[in-house]
C-alpha cells in the first residue's frame, strides 16, 4: 500500500512507504519517510570544475568565521564586515535568459562569534563587578596586569547568542531582509527525523526570502572528540562551523559555499613565511604537499578543519571558496566577486587541468627568461633567425592551423584580422630577422659611465625589464612579433592570445619554443591557452613587470583599470589628426588624407579627423578632398564650425573626441595652425597628427609645440608603425609620458642598473674626517666586448 502525502507542492513531496507493502515483493522496510526538495536548488550533480561557472551558483551559503566576524582587539564585533553579505543576498538579481526574468540569490549564513562575543562579555561584566575599592587599592600597575579568568566555552556561547543574533537582525533589516536564527547540533544530522525538520525549516524559511543564520548550539553541545572530523564519504562530524557549514551546504544541495576567514585562501606552507604562495586552485590530494600553521587568534577551527570539510563538501557536490573576509577595503565586495569567477581565495576543483596554472607558467618563463638574459647577444639573434626561418619553412603548417580558426570566424572583419598569408609569413620572417640584427647591442649596452672617485667607477647599463604579460586579441601574427622583441631584450614572455587565433597561436607557440630551445630557454616564452580572465593575470603584480595590451580601445582601457599595481604600456585611443595648412599642396594633400584614412580604418594610426584652415574652404583643393573621400565610400561627420558653414550639411558629429575605427571621418574648420595645435591637444589621444604644408616655418612650429607621440609633416599618419620606423617590430604604440612613447620597439622594452665597482670603499671616507673626495667625472662610454659580456653571464 502507498500513500502520497503533499504539502506545499512548490518546495516538496514526500513519500511515505507502510511496511509489508505489497507494491513490490522484494522490498521489505520499517517506517520511514523519504523527501525530495525541487525549486531552486540544483539536484545532486558535480561542482562547478572552474571559477568562471560559478556565476551560475543559485544557492550559496557563506560561512563567516570567529576572525571575521570579530574585531581584531577581541572587544567587539567587526559589523563593516557583516554588511556585505546583507547586500549580496536576496537583494541582489541575475538576468536569466532573453526574457529578463529576475531570480533571487537564495543565501544562508553559518556564523562563528558567539562564543568570542559571550567571552568579551563576560570579561567586561567581570571587571565592571569588581569595586571601585578594589581597584583603588590595587593601584595602577596591578589594574593593567589584571587577569581575566578563562571562561567555560558553553558559558561564553549562551551568553554571547542573543547579543550576536540581534546584531544581525539590525543589519538585515537597514536592507529590508527578515532573518532567522536556526541552532543546531551534531545530533541534529544523525536522527532522520531531526534531518527533515531542518531540512524543511530552511526550505520553507529560503521560499519566503528570510535568510537563515545558522550556528552550532555551544551552550549544550559536548567538547569536540580530536581527530573526528570525517568519518566516512556521507557523515561528516559537526565539531566546528567548518564542519557545519560544509554539512548544510551538501544537505541543502547548495551551489556554493564560501567560507571566510582572515587569510587570503590556502596557501602550500604557512602564511607569513618567506616562501608561502597563495594556492589558486586546490585538488583533492594535494593536501599532503601543504603544511598548515597555527589557529586564528579566536574560534576553534583552523585552516587544516577548513580544508577538510571543504573537500567534503566538494565531493557531495558543493563549490568551495575560501578567501578573506577581515579586510573589506583591500579585498573589495568579496563575495560579489567570488560569484562572478574573479580570482580571489583559493578555489576548490575536483578536475584538475593537464597543464600549468598560469602561476606556474609565469615563475617558469622568469626562471627562464633570466638564463635568456644571460646568453650572449649573437645567441639570441640566433634563437630569433632560426624562428624567421621556422615561419617559412613551417608556413604550410601555419597557413593549415590559421584555415580552421578561419573557418570559425563569424564576420569579415575578424577575417581580416585574422588572415595570415605567404606573403604576411615572408614579412614577418623579414622584420624578425632585423629585430636579430638590432639584438647584437641591447641588454648590456653601457649609457653612461662616471669616475666617482679615485678607484671608484659607475656605470649605468641596459637591462631588461622582467616578465611581459602582452594580450592581443584576434591578431595570430602578433605572438612570432612580440616574441621575437622579448628575446632579443632578454625578457620573459606571457602571452594571451584571443580565442578566435587557438589554433593559430598554438602552431606559432611551438615553433616559438622550438627556437628557444636550441639554448635551452623553451619556457622563457609562454601562452596563457587557460579560460584565465584578463582582470585576474592583471592581479599578479608580483610576478608580472609590464603589461602591453594589443587590441581595442575598450580592450586596452579594461586593462589600463584592472592593472593597479602594474604598469601598463599603451594606448586607450588613436584618435589622429590630419591638418591641411593654407599653404597645402593639392597632390600632396589628397594623397595623404585618402592613405591616412583609406589604407587601414580599423589601425590605430588610421586618421579620425580632418582639419582644414578656414581659407581653403570653397576652393579645388578642398573639393578635391572631398570628391575623394566620397569615392573611398568615406561617411564625413560635420564637426560645429564647418557645419555652421553650410547650408546643406552632413550629420553633424556627436563628439569631436571618436575614433571611428572605419570608413568614416570628422572634418572641422580651424583659423590657425595654432588653433588646430589647440583643437588637437583638447580633442586628441597624443597618438599621431599630421601637418600638411609647404611652410617649413609653419611646419617646424607644429612639430615642436604639439605634444604627441609621433608628429609628422607631410606624411601619412599609417607611418606611426614599428616595421616602418625601422624597428623590425613593435609590441605596440605607447601615448604614457614616460618610459616608451609611439611605436614601441626593442629599446622599449629595455630599462637600466647601476653597477658601481670600488676598492674597500666606504661612505664614511668622504665625511669630514675622511680621506677621500668626490670626483664625478664624466668617462667616455665604451662597450665591452662580447667576450666580456660572456663572462659576465657566467658570473
Known amino acids: 500500500k502507498m500513500s502520497y502525502v503533499c504539502c506545499n507542492l512548490a518546495q516538496y513531496r514526500f513519500l511515505s512507504i507502510s511496511p509489508g507493502s505489497t507494491s513490490d515483493s522484494h522490498y521489505k522496510a520499517p517506517n520511514c519517510v523519504f523527501f525530495l526538495t525541487v525549486g ?39 559589523l563593516g564586515r557583516c554588511l556585505e553579505a546583507c547586500v549580496f543576498n536576496n537583494c541582489l538579481l541575475i538576468v536569466v535568459d532573453s526574457l529578463l526574468q529576475e531570480y533571487l540569490k537564495e543565501m544562508m549564513i553559518v556564523t562563528s562569534g558567539a562564543v568570542a562575543f559571550g567571552k568579551q562579555r563576560l570579561r567586561h561584566e567581570i571587571l565592571l563587578s569588581q569595586s571601585v575599592r578594589q581597584a583603588l ?16 566555552a558553553r558559558a561564553c556561547a549562551a551568553a554571547g547568542q542573543s547579543g550576536l543574533m540581534a546584531l544581525y537582525e539590525a543589519m538585515f533589516t537597514q536592507y529590508s531582509t527578515c532573518t532567522a536564527q536556526v541552532l543546531v547540533t551534531n545530533l541534529d544530522f544523525h536522527d532522520d527525523q531531526k534531518r527533515w525538520n531542518l531540512n524543511s525549516t530552511l526550505q520553507e524559511l529560503l521560499r519566503m526570502n528570510i535568510v537563515p543564520i545558522i550556528n552550532t548550539n555551544d551552550a549544550v553541545v559536548p567538547p569536540p572528540e580530536p581527530n573526528s572530523d570525517l568519518q566516512g564519504v556521507n557523515v561528516i562530524s559537526i565539531k566546528d562551523n567548518d564542519s557545519l557549514a560544509a554539512r548544510l551546504a551538501v544537505e541543502m544541495k547548495a ?177 624578425l630577422r632585423q629585430i636579430a640584427l638590432a639584438s647584437r647591442d641591447s641588454v648590456g649596452r653601457v649609457l653612461r659611465r662616471t669616475r666617482v672617485a679615485h678607484n671608484l667607477e659607475l656605470e649605468q647599463i641596459t637591462v631588461p625589464i622582467g616578465v611581459l604579460l602582452v594580450i592581443f586579441e584576434a591578431r595570430p601574427d602578433c ?81 589600463q583599470s584592472a592593472a593597479k599595481g602594474i604598469p601598463v604600456l599603451g594606448h586607450s585611443e588613436g584618435i589622429c589628426h590630419v591638418y591641411i595648412d593654407s599653404e597645402a599642396a593639392i597632390d600632396k594633400a589628397i594623397k595623404i588624407v585618402r592613405d591616412s584614412k583609406c589604407d587601414y580604418p580599423a589601425a590605430c594610426n588610421a586618421m579620425e579627423t580632418l582639419l582644414v584652415h578656414r581659407d581653403i574652404l570653397r576652393t579645388p583643393l578642398f573639393d578635391q578632398i572631398i570628391d575623394m573621400l566620397r569615392t573611398e565610400q568615406v561617411k564625413i561627420h560635420a564637426g560645429p564650425r564647418f557645419a555652421s558653414n553650410l547650408t546643406f550639411s552632413p550629420s553633424e558629429v556627436k563628439s569631436l573626441r571618436t575614433e571611428y575605427g572605419d570608413l568614416e571621418c570628422c572634418i572641422e574648420v580651424v583659423d590657425s595652425m595654432q588653433e588646430a595645435i589647440d583643437h588637437i591637444h583638447r580633442y586628441g589621444s597624443s597618438h599621431t597628427d599630421v601637418i600638411v604644408t609647404e611652410n617649413e616655418d609653419t611646419a617646424e612650429r607644429f612639430l615642436q609645440q604639439l605634444d604627441s607621440a609621433c608628429v609628422f609633416w607631410n606624411v601619412s599618419s599609417r607611418f606611426a608603425d614599428g616595421y616602418r620606423f625601422g624597428l623590425g617590430a613593435e609590441v605596440g604604440i605607447s601615448t604614457a609620458r614616460i618610459h616608451a612613447r609611439g611605436p614601441v620597439g626593442l629599446e622599449g622594452l629595455l630599462t637600466t642598473k647601476w653597477v658601481l665597482r670600488g676598492d674597500g670603499h666606504t661612505a664614511a671616507d668622504f665625511s669630514e674626517q675622511g680621506t677621500m673626495e668626490y670626483l664625478h667625472e664624466n668617462l667616455p662610454v665604451t662597450q665591452p666586448q662580447p667576450r666580456q659580456i660572456a663572462a659576465q653571464s657566467e658570473e
Open 137 to 152: 587599592h590595587s593601584g595602577q600597575n596591578q589594574i593593567k596586569d589584571m587577569s581575566v579568568p578563562v571562561f567555560e
Open 255 to 431: 551551489d556554493l559555499l564560501i567560507a571566510l576567514s582572515d587569510v587570503e585562501g590556502l596557501y602550500d606552507s604557512p602564511p607569513g613565511t618567506d616562501d608561502a604562495k597563495l594556492i589558486d586552485i586546490f585538488y583533492p590530494g594535494d593536501q599532503l604537499s601543504i603544511t598548515y600553521g597555527t589557529k586564528s587568534r579566536v574560534g576553534i577551527g583552523g585552516m587544516e578543519a577548513k580544508v577538510k570539510a571543504a573537500l567534503w563538501a566538494l565531493q557531495g557536490g558543493t563549490s568551495v571558496v575560501i578567501a578573506n573576509g577581515t579586510h573589506p577595503k583591500v579585498t573589495g565586495h568579496v563575495i560579489t566577486d567570488i560569484v562572478e569567477g574573479k580570482k580571489v581565495g583559493t578555489f576548490f576543483s575536483e578536475v584538475k587541468p593537464a597543464g600549468p596554472t598560469v602561476e606556474q607558467q609565469t615563475e617558469m618563463a622568469r626562471n627562464s627568461g633570466r638564463t635568456l638574459a644571460a646568453l650572449h647577444p649573437e645567441q639570441r639573434g640566433e634563437i630569433i633567425r632560426h624562428l624567421a626561418n621556422l615561419l617559412v619553412e613551417k608556413k604550410e603548417e601555419i597557413l593549415a592551423a590559421n584555415k580552421m580558426d578561419m573557418d570559425i570566424a563569424v564576420n569579415a572583419a575578424l577575417l581580416n584580422r585574422l588572415s595570415l598569408s605567404p606573403a604576411k609569413l615572408n614579412s614577418l620572417a623579414i622584420g
Open 479 to 559: 605572438l612570432p612579433q612580440v616574441s621575437a622583441l622579448a628575446i632579443a631584450s632578454g625578457n620573459a614572455l606571457l602571452a594571451k592570445g584571443g580565442k578566435e587565433a587557438a589554433n593559430t597561436n598554438r602552431i606559432l607557440l611551438e615553433l616559438t619554443q622550438e627556437a628557444l630551445d636550441i639554448h635551452w630557454v623553451k619556457e622563457a616564452v609562454q601562452l596563457v591557452s587557460t579560460r584565465e580572465e584578463v582582470e585576474d593575470l592583471c592581479r599578479l603584480d608580483e610576478m608580472i613587470d609590464l603589461i602591453i595590451p594589443r587590441g581595442s580601445s575598450q580592450l586596452v582601457k579594461n586593462i
Open 40 to 78: 531552486l536548488a540544483r539536484a545532486k550533480s558535480n561542482s562547478f570544475t572552474h571559477r568562471g561557472e560559478l556565476r551560475k551558483a543559485k544557492r550559496i551559503v557563506v560561512k563567516l568565521g570567529s576572525a571575521v566576524v570579530t574585531r581584531g582587539d577581541e572587544c567587539g564585533l567587526a
